[in-house]
């Protein structure tokens, strides 16, 4: 059966907030930190938003979460929180408006176990009335616009995702994210893009349909299948976070921009790497950075050494690093074909 394909050439907005696009990048902790959605907003991402904020943790001042919480610049500030307890989760919200958020999104959506056992993330799909007086709170708390990030249900016997987005809405919430999978999923299986058309027709705010969209064609067939109103694109960006603005143009017909092959990836590399060592220091910087390096070769598909590979992959010495992202994207250390 045919659905309708939504209109995503009209503007879209959350809360008043003017959204250029139908392309986002999704949070992924540890890895959507200010120097990736520097570059995905860069190369055209319509929305990028902060890795999950620990709430409790950021009311107290905890260093990694007060990172977490900086601002990329071009984009309306998207900040996520996760937490399980209104109070913690409303003052986190005016410490991130403080700090010049534009948009509050709340995660339940996350899977790992440290955070569920907490009822925080995923688990709060099994406590509707706990979920939807967070985002109550949420909302009481500051003026700004604040959406919720959630999965189809806990498992496949509670598939009650249009029922908390509707009561998110209900508490307030603009935008309602769905990952096609459920939390006892995790990342297996493949996301269900049909199933998010029931929440999009319990609520009536903007629905993104996320999970598994690595391309354009993903991309109109999970908003064909799914009636949302835009998607948003985790995995399919790492090393190549060019990819959620081609989406996007490609999405209103415009013509997509070119990637980046060769000799061209050699500065987008080094920024990217150079942004990770001042973000987080060189000597936690040059390991948070390792796993970039290897998916930005993998989504070059390279014909690398394995020895080479590896010395970039491992060095410790950020200008040895600097000079081999040079020798192997500009062609001068790949293996001959
Ligand atoms: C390493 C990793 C970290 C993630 N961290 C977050 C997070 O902080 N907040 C969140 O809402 N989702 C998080 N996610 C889930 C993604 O936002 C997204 O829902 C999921 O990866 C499916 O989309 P994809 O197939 O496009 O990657 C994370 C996913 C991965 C793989």
Avoid at 204 to 220: K, L, S, W, Y
Wanted: proline share 5%.
């Amino acid at each position: 059966m045919m659905h309708s394909v939504p209109d995503t050439a009209s503007g879209l907005s959350i809360g008043g907030q003017a959204i250029r696009n139908r392309a986002f990048l999704a949070p992924m902790a540890g890895i959507t930190d200010r120097p990736m959605r520097m570059l995905a907003a860069r190369y055209g991402a319509g929305l990028v938003v902060s890795e999950m904020i620990a709430s409790a943790a950021l009311t107290t001042g905890h260093q990694d979460m007060v990172r977490k919480l900086s601002r990329s610049p071009g984009l309306p500030h998207m900040v996520q929180l996760a937490g399980c307890e209104a109070e913690w989760m409303a003052q986190a919200a005016k410490v991130a408006e403080d700090a010049g958020a534009d948009i509050i999104d709340i995660n339940f959506g996350c899977p790992a176990k440290r955070v569920t056992n907490g009822y925080a993330g995923s688990a709060l799909m099994r406590v509707p009335d706990l979920a939807q007086s967070l985002v109550e709170a949420v909302a009481r708390a500051t003026a700004l616009p604040v959406t919720v990030k959630m999965r189809l249900g806990w498992d496949d016997d509670s598939l009650n995702a249009p029922d908390i987005a509707r009561r998110a809405v209900d508490a307030g919430a603009q935008m309602i994210t769905v990952h096609g999978r459920t939390r006892q999923q995790f990342y297996k299986g493949e996301a269900r893009w049909e199933q998010v058309r029931a929440v999009v027709e319990a609520v009536t705010v903007p629905v993104v349909v996320n999970g598994d969209i690595t391309d354009v064609a993903r991309a109109r067939e999970a908003l064909d299948l799914s009636g949302a109103a835009a998607v948003m694109i985790g995995r399919g960006a790492q090393g190549q976070p060019w990819v959620v603005g081609q989406v996007a143009a490609a999405l209103v017909g415009e013509a997509m921009p070119a990637t980046p092959e060769g000799a061209e990836l050699v500065p987008i590399v080094i920024e990217h790497y150079e942004g990770v060592l001042s973000e987080y220091g060189v000597e936690v910087g040059v390991r948070a950075a390792r796993k970039h390096l290897d998916w930005y070769l993998e989504a070059a598909n390279l014909p690398l050494s394995k020895a080479t590979r590896k010395l970039m992959i491992e060095s410790q010495n950020p200008s040895e690093v600097i000079a081999l992202i040079e020798g192997i994207f500009g062609g001068d250390m790949l293996e001959a074909a």
